[in-house]
């Protein structure tokens, strides 16, 4: 049974970092796609960052420049660092893996494999 464990999640003021890793066990990140996904209270599960086994990376308009996605596939083991953390990025995180899809897709519907996720807070 493939599973995906987040890690690095917590409190951070506004303008710090945090750097969040996903590990996959059970099965491998494989030649697919992988990413990241938040959900704020209230409000819907919306993309963040996706990559392929190419390296080949697709960001949110709301995290470029601030974010970085990468994939150690020998690992097994995806990360996200984040910087210049704002309030608005305050979410829970999962991260997402697809038996399929080789691109760096932004769809939630192109990953089959879910996180439980790990609590981002970022105070202002």
């Known amino acids: 049974q493939a599973q995906l464990v987040e890690s690095g999640g917590g409190l951070v003021q506004a303008g710090g970092s945090l750097s969040l890793s996903c590990a996959a066990s059970?099965?491998?990140?494989?030649?697919?796609?992988s990413a990241w996904f938040r959900q704020a209270p209230g409000k819907e599960r919306e993309f963040v960052a996706a990559?392929?086994?190419?390296?080949?990376?697709n960001y949110a308009d709301s995290v470029k420049g601030r974010f970085t996605i990468s994939r150690d596939n020998a690992a097994n083991t995806m990360y996200l660092q984040m910087n210049s953390l704002k309030p608005e990025d305050t979410a829970v995180y999962y991260c997402?893996?697809?038996?399929?899809?080789?691109?760096?897709?932004?769809?939630?519907?192109?990953?089959?494999?879910w996180g439980q996720g790990t609590q981002v807070t970022v105070s202002s």
């Open positions: 059970g099965r491998t990140f494989s030649n697919a796609a």
């Open positions: 997402a893996s697809s038996r399929t899809v080789l691109w760096a897709t932004s769809s939630a519907s192109g990953y089959n494999y």
């Open positions: 990559v392929n086994y190419r390296g080949n990376t």
